[in-house]
Nanobody, 122 residues
Framework: QVNLVESGGGWVQPGGSLRLSCTASERTFSTDVMGWFRQPPGKEREFVAVIRKNYDTPFYADSVKGRFTITRDNAKKTVYLQMNSLKSEDTAVYYC???????????????WGQGTQVTVSS
């Protein structure tokens, strides 16, 4: 069973924008921290951004700072990733994550979504 459901992926040209959404179900272990990882083709899964329930300073990978913005709506148990100025190297499957603590590694999160494809190309 999937406890996190993503939406919003797709194809966009370089320089374009996309917005991803992820909603947690009642079965999600913890939504104290929610966010995103991604896996580019042929590469390892990597940290993108996370945000804590208290809305304090989000955490971003250096590669997306200034271009991506993570926000959340606690009432809806939903986290969003606004992606602007997209580049071809942002092409990846994007995974929503949820857990108790902020972690930059994959085993730091108890729940994962199934992933949504983002393709940036002309």
């Amino acid at each position: 069973q999937v406890n996190l459901v993503e939406s919003g992926g797709g194809w966009v040209q370089p320089g374009g924008s996309l917005r991803l959404s992820c909603t947690a179900s009642e079965r999600t272990f913890s939504t104290d921290v929610m966010g995103w990882f991604r896996q580019p083709p042929g590469k390892e899964r990597e940290f993108v951004a996370v945000i804590r329930k208290n809305y304090d300073t989000p955490f971003y990978a250096d590669s997306v700072k200034g271009r991506f913005t993570i926000t959340r709506d606690n009432a809806k148990k939903t986290v969003y990733l606004q992606m602007n100025s997209l580049k071809s190297e942002d092409t990846a499957v994007y995974y929503c994550v949820a857990g108790i603590y902020v972690s930059y590694v994959t085993n730091g999160y108890e729940d994962w979504g199934q992933g949504t494809q983002v393709t940036v190309s002309s």
